[in-house]
């Protein structure tokens, strides 16, 4: 018992399978309509004929490309855009108000857009991607340039220190930590972007069987789609706190060595 | 060492120093005490080049590689170990990297931090990590200090120690120092010179104070020297008079 309390995973694990059997039961016993809420073990064996099958794989391919590839320009271009927004004015002035805007509005709404201008294929899901990624990014290298702490600028400057070493010792390390600490929002916002491009319009991806099980009101289809959206965002958003552990590792070391 | 001539300073269309002048001769600890917001940093922060002077002069030996800066915070990059903090001064000076490491090492072990140099800022107390920004500055052999409240932040035991030290140092390598505070009798104990700045804005020097006492000093005898208690009544009521407080002997 004292295991349990102390293992906070199992804990969850154990609250999660109690829910699922609940789940299962109801559904067998006919208080919840399997229609719309079918068995859990129903949307398994959906899921598992999906993979035995090998349908899936292509439309994986077809998601993960585009989050993968909307991830990494919209990284690139949030990266440099905040930094030429950050230290030129001019740029600040003119950029400053269209990010605003992109970041006010719900930027799914672009979707159709780059369906018509880029098609239905990938280059309008990578789009939607990049824009949803960038705009984040932006924000987060924009602020953490203007948000360094000045002491440490006067402090470089003081030791002689000039603009490129202001870049290296201090504004780089900060924007990392600004940028690091939004990763794990991106990988999320890459997925989104790569699956509700799919939704609107194309030939494969998760968005697209997503819209293909809806249509056809295959619940477990459905379900199972969602769940396994979940799990792959959840494995990108461990992989991206372990990145951000390693590079960040001053910041997570040791709490507990400090002397008086 | 440092000469500065009516020195004018401000941030928007009232300056905040008007006319200041001081002295800081060779291998002298010269003190600027003030009323808060008189602009005593200003002054500090003008003779490092981080802030441009509306007019004056600041005549300086040795130029601005003469200097050293102890700021009130820390002002340690926490992205750097306390080594890499403590060598990084050295490495902006085209220090190889390995020289570097090796003299920062050797001013963290004389500083008392031995075994300390792989630990990041936040690994480190308040005191230890004032000392790392200390051996940042002393690696540099500067021939000028100039200190912010340097050690305000500190509780009492650490921030007497540390001035002692740093004191102890000062004297054996006859370094020039100009020590910002706003404690009078810190300022009294170290110092040959106390300059006192007048309430701002437009603050001038009000007076100037030289302090007696034979080195080397120890900050606890030099409180029981004979001239101590009369110079500081002096200056507490100079700065009363600057503030509009009640007379030394009304509080008697």
Redesign the interface.
């Known amino acids: 018992m004292s295991f349990l309390k102390e293992q906070l995973w199992l804990r969850r694990l154990l609250a999660l399978a109690a829910l699922a059997l609940a789940w299962e039961l109801l559904s067998r016993q006919g208080v919840l309509d399997p229609f719309y809420a079918p068995p859990p073990s129903e949307v398994m064996r959906v899921l598992i004929t999906l993979f035995t099958e090998g349908r899936i794989f292509s439309h994986l391919e077809a998601t993960f490309a585009a989050s993968l590839a909307g991830l990494i320009i919209g990284l690139v271009l949030g990266i440099v855009l905040g930094f030429a927004a950050a230290l030129v004015p001019l740029i600040s002035e003119l950029l400053e108000p269209v990010m605003m805007l992109l970041n006010a509005i719900p930027r799914v709404i672009l979707a159709p857009l780059f369906v018509i201008w880029l098609g239905i294929e990938l280059p309008s899901k990578i789009a939607l991607s990049v824009v949803l990624v960038a705009v984040l990014v932006f924000f987060a290298v924009y602020s953490g340039i203007k948000d360094v702490d000045h002491t440490l600028v006067d402090r470089v400057r003081t030791l002689g220190g000039g603009r490129m070493v202001l870049l290296r010792e201090v504004y780089i390390p900060s924007v990392t930590a600004w940028v690091l600490g939004s990763l794990k929002v991106a990988v999320g916002f890459a997925f989104t972007g790569a699956v509700v491009g799919e939704f609107v319009a194309a030939t494969r991806g998760l968005g697209y069987l997503l819209q293909f099980a809806q249509s056809t009101y295959n619940a477990a289809l459905t379900m199972g789609l969602i769940f396994l959206i979940m799990a792959f965002v959840l494995i990108l958003f461990v992989g991206a706190e372990a990145i951000e552990h390693r590079l960040l590792r001053w910041r997570y070391r040791g709490y507990n060595q400090k002397a008086s | 060492m440092l000469r500065v001539f009516d020195l004018v300073l401000g941030y928007d269309q009232e300056p905040v120093v008007e006319g200041v002048s001081l002295d800081v001769s060779a291998g002298k600890f010269v003190s600027l005490v003030g009323p808060s917001g008189s602009g005593k940093t200003s002054v500090l ?1 003008a003779i ?3 802030l441009i002077p509306r007019s004056g002069r600041i005549e300086l030996n040795g130029g ?2 003469s ?1 050293g ?1 102890l ?1 009130q ?1 820390d ?7 306390a080594r890499d903090n403590a060598a ?2 050295l490495r ?2 085209k220090m190889s990297k390995s020289s570097a490491l090796l003299e920062a090492d050797a001013w963290l072990n004389r500083l008392g931090l031995e075994g ?1 140099g792989g ?2 800022p ?4 308040g ?2 990590r004032k000392r790392v920004a200390i051996a ?1 500055i002393l690696a ?1 052999k500067p021939k000028l200090l100039l200190m912010d409240e340097p050690f305000a932040s500190l509780d009492a035991i650490v921030r007497t120690r540390l001035t002692q030290e740093l004191l102890a140092w000062v004297e054996r390598e006859h370094l020039s120092v100009l020590l910002v505070t706003h404690d009078l009798e810190e300022a009294l104990s170290v110092s040959d010179t106390v300059y006192l700045l007048s309430q701002g804005p437009r603050a001038r020097i009000r007076n100037s104070y030289p302090v007696a006492i034979p080195r080397p000093r120890d900050i606890f005898a030099a409180r029981k020297h004979p001239s101590f208690t009369p110079l500081l009544e002096q200056l507490w009521q100079d700065m009363f008079d600057e503030v509009g407080a009640p007379k030394i002997e009304a509080m008697k």
Request: glycine fraction near 10%.
């Open positions: 922060r490092n080049g981080l601005q590689e200097l800066f700021f915070d002002a340690l990059l926490p992205w750097r170990t990084l001064g902006i000076r300390f630990r990041y936040h690994e480190l107390s005191g230890q940042q540099l």
